[in-house]
């Protein structure tokens, strides 16, 4: 028998036709408009709480000084990039983990630029950084971007690769880490108007303003224009921490001719005596960034800048033993898999580093000369069954890298 309109009432809460607005009809039950909205709020609640979770999942934010303690344990020096990035990224996600309110101040986030010679580390830095807080991280190069609708790839495929490396998980990616490498290779080209677009530096450039802002972007899943019919990917960018970093070759000429601007001559001024001729890096300031060709619009989303010093012969001499991943380490490993203890003469590493020194190769370069001495040795004496101990002594490593090509590069 059905029930009458007066004895229809709420399933939920008994509220009956005339106490509300509005009674939905189901299958043997009803619902009214305000269970329908309070229902509505304990879902939203439930889905912001699984949200802050799956955030947090796997993720502990360490204090700055922690920060900096893993890191020095895989990076040497740099002590003043660290702790520029450490800050950064801690105050970044500190940020994610407050919610808030109507009347509160709303942090922004702080984009990162790194200015450096090639081999100082700076992919080796955020590559840390990103391990150290098991977040989604992925690099890009800069140097195959172009502006939309130009042979190349488009900016929106940095959060292609940002979406593959947390598989597809949009949350887990909406607060990684994206480093884009070689940044200085799409400054503007020239400061004269051209007749012709300049589509692989100033357009990349303005392409990237709204990512690196904060916006939603419609992400193509596999690439770009390779599969026009792929549906769409929406990633908010407002959380995701962007790391810049760039050589930014013949910089140091515009940081110096700043420096010298108020001077005559070619002196600098008394105040001014204490420069570091051989380190202008760490005197860079938005205006060089501005005079090398990125655009002002750009620096301003990008606003903590750090520098990486250059190498000296101390630093590279630890990062070839100190680090937990050290190169002498890992050949170690190598040979301790063939059940044989490798060493080496300490005078081997000061010939290995002065080699790096001469052919300004940074520490990179260390590498290239480890394997131009160490090759014969791993291709021979995995074969030979009664060796247990080999020693790496000066006059071997002499022999074997005078060898080598790598020692016909020409020193600059």
Do not use: W
């Amino acid at each position: 028998m059905s029930k009458s309109t007066k004895d229809i009432k709420c399933s939920f809460c008994g509220a009956g036709k005339v106490d509300s607005l509005m009674l939905i009809a189901g299958l043997d039950a009803h619902i009214c408009d305000k269970c329908v909205a309070q229902a509505n709020d304990i879902l939203a609640e439930e889905l912001t709480q699984k949200k802050g979770k799956s955030l947090a999942g796997g993720f502990t934010l360490l204090k700055p000084i922690e920060i900096k303690n893993h890191i020095d344990q895989y990076v040497i020096g740099q002590d003043n990039a660290k702790k520029v990035l450490a800050v950064a990224v801690y105050n970044h996600y500190k940020r994610l983990n407050h919610k808030v309110g109507k009347d509160e101040v709303e942090i922004e986030k702080s984009n990162i630029m790194m200015v450096g010679e090639t081999g100082t580390g700076k992919t080796l830095l955020a590559k840390t950084i990103a391990k150290i807080l098991n977040v989604p991280f992925c690099i890009c190069d800069a140097t195959v971007l172009t502006e939309a609708g130009y042979v190349g790839e488009d900016v929106e495929s940095i959060l292609t690769r940002l979406l593959q490396a947390a598989d597809y998980d949009v949350t887990a990616a909406e607060r990684g880490i994206v480093y884009i490498d070689e940044v200085d290779k799409v400054a503007r080209k020239s400061d004269n108007p051209s007749i012709t677009r300049d589509v692989s530096g100033e357009g990349v450039q303005q392409a990237l303003l709204k990512i690196l802002e904060g916006t939603i972007v419609n992400v193509p899943p596999q690439g770009g224009r390779k599969h026009p019919d792929q549906k769409m990917i929406p990633v908010n960018t407002n959380n995701i921490l962007f790391i810049c970093g760039g050589a930014f070759d013949g910089i140091e000429k515009k940081i110096a001719n700043r420096l010298r601007t108020q001077t005559v001559g070619y002196k600098f001024r008394a105040e001014e005596t204490d420069i570091d001729l051989n380190n202008l890096y760490k005197y860079i300031t938005p205006q060089d960034l501005k005079a090398f060709g990125m655009i002002p619009e750009l620096i301003g989303r990008v606003p903590v800048i750090t520098h990486l010093n250059p190498l000296d012969r101390d630093t590279l001499l630890n990062i070839l033993t100190v680090p937990r991943n050290s190169l002498v380490k890992q050949y170690q490993k190598l040979f301790e898999y063939e059940g044989i203890k490798l060493e080496f003469d300490i005078d081997v590493f000061a010939f290995i580093v002065d080699k790096a020194m001469e052919y300004k190769l940074g520490a990179r370069g260390l590498r290239s000369i480890c394997e131009s001495i160490m090759i014969d040795a791993m291709f021979e004496v995995p074969s030979q069954k009664d060796t247990k101990n080999l020693l790496i002594d000066m006059a071997y490593a002499k022999e074997k890298f005078e060898k080598s090509d790598i020692r016909k590069l020409k020193v600059a």
